[in-house]
């Protein structure tokens, strides 16, 4: 099946082509003719699946034919994060290209003076976070009783986050007879509860369910002590060619600590979670998405969302505390046929998650110590490391009578924080 096949204008197959999309995804192929038809969609699908699209395309189809008002958008995407909206609209003016609806995103960071101004002069789509939106319909700035089309992405996230009660609060305010497009990464019975008050006999789309890996990522769990994960992880960093890596956290204090330590030893990173200003947040993603810093150092309720082109690597400083936030972190990589690594360092005291997370994707993850991975990679090509001992210590020299350092004595330098020389290649 081809994009033509599926009922969209010239226009929009247009933009699809100048993007670089070449067929559509299994969730496009199922939910793009029955967006298109009217009906309401419950659909399941992990970021990468191409969800993004699959409600984007058919929207900008349907609202092509229409006029927007003053302050009355036609549709309304909710989306439980700054960057998740950031990231709708991003790919609404892509696919927008070739026609004329007009968009207003409101999330918070940004002023309401800026954003007021573009209700005012009327919006076809509104692409906002709960909060955001309940201020200004609160304001009198915006006006969602004309809203014929709603979509909340991300309902899972919207639920850990507890902006379920605001999106209830909003739906109160919508027209009862609209079309709904109800996404999840997840479909528990808590979600699909909400999904039924929401939606009207929906049409049910399950994409990739989040219990499965892709085959294209090598996940590998390294054991090691709280005392060793800085120094285990710039190794990890140290040992690939890493186009742009991914480097989860349970805790925004341990962003900062992990940011610190690597630009002290000469990595390029860029941080992302809550408590950042909003201005920082998007200049973070920026530089990591044009390659200005190679690592983005994140929380999960910050990255939720975010889609990475060439995401090689995904490392978990931190075992995430829910198993499926252990899918989501790692699907980030191997996508679009492409090939991905993921590293969880863990400790003694993380074996009961990592069961459950065994349990949750149906195998077992290799594990093994930071040594152990070292004396597996084939590092023919790297370089070797040579130690001069002098008095009874091993300095690195590049002189004659030199002896190799075996490879099973890495744990000395680990021990030491120093890294040799021959993994020390950015």
Not at 62 to 86: F, V
Not at 223 to 241: A, C, H
Not at 335 to 356: L, P, Q, W
């Amino acid at each position: 099946m081809k994009f033509k096949d599926l009922g969209l204008c010239y226009e929009i197959l247009s933009s699809i082509k100048d993007i670089g999309y070449n067929e559509p995804t299994e969730i496009q192929k199922k939910a793009i003719p029955n967006v298109l038809m009217g009906r309401d969609i419950l659909g399941c699908a992990q970021t990468g699946t191409g969800k993004t699209g699959s409600f984007i395309m058919p929207l900008i189809e349907i609202l092509n034919s229409g006029k927007s008002k003053s302050r009355m958008p036609r549709s309304l995407i909710i989306a439980p994060t700054r960057e998740l909206a950031m990231q709708v609209s991003e790919e609404f003016i892509k696919i927008n290209k070739y026609l004329k609806l007009k968009m207003a995103l409101l999330i918070g960071g940004i002023s309401f003076g800026e954003q007021d101004f573009k209700l005012s002069k009327g919006v076809d789509v509104l692409v906002a976070t709960p909060g955001r939106l309940l201020d200004h319909i609160e304001r009198g700035t915006v006006l969602i009783k004309d809203v014929k089309l709603l979509v909340i992405d991300e309902a899972d996230r919207m639920l850990d986050m507890g902006f379920i009660p605001d999106v209830i609060k909003i739906n109160k305010l919508l027209p009862k007879i609209r079309q709904t497009l109800f996404f999840s990464a997840t479909l528990s019975n808590e979600i699909r509860d909400i999904g039924k008050n929401l939606l009207i006999n929906p049409k049910e789309i399950l994409i990739n369910p989040y219990s499965s890996t892709s085959a294209n990522i090598d996940s590998i769990f390294i054991k090691t002590n709280s005392k060793n994960k800085m120094n285990d992880l710039k190794t990890l960093l140290s040992i690939g060619t890493i186009k742009s890596a991914m480097i989860f956290c349970n805790k925004k204090a341990d962003i900062n600590n992990v940011s610190n330590f690597l630009k002290k030893n000469n990595f390029k990173t860029a941080s992302l979670h809550g408590d950042m200003e909003q201005n920082l947040r998007i200049k973070s993603l920026e530089n990591f998405k044009n390659k200005s810093v190679q690592i983005l150092i994140a929380s999960d309720v910050a990255a939720r969302g975010i889609d990475i082109d060439g995401l090689s690597h995904v490392f978990n400083y931190d075992v995430p505390n829910n198993p499926e936030d252990y899918v989501h972190r790692i699907g980030r990589t191997g996508r679009a046929g492409n090939k991905g690594k993921a590293y969880t360092i863990f400790v003694e005291n993380d074996h009961k998650t990592i069961t459950s997370i065994e349990k949750l994707i149906k195998k077992k993850v290799k594990k093994m110590s930071i040594n152990e991975l070292v004396s597996s990679l084939d590092l023919s090509n790297q370089k070797s490391l040579r130690i001069k001992k002098i008095k009874g210590k091993e300095k690195h020299k590049n002189k004659s009578k030199l002896d190799l350092l075996p490879i099973e004595n890495y744990s000395n330098f680990r021990e030491s924080g120093k890294i040799p020389d021959f993994l020390n290649i950015k």
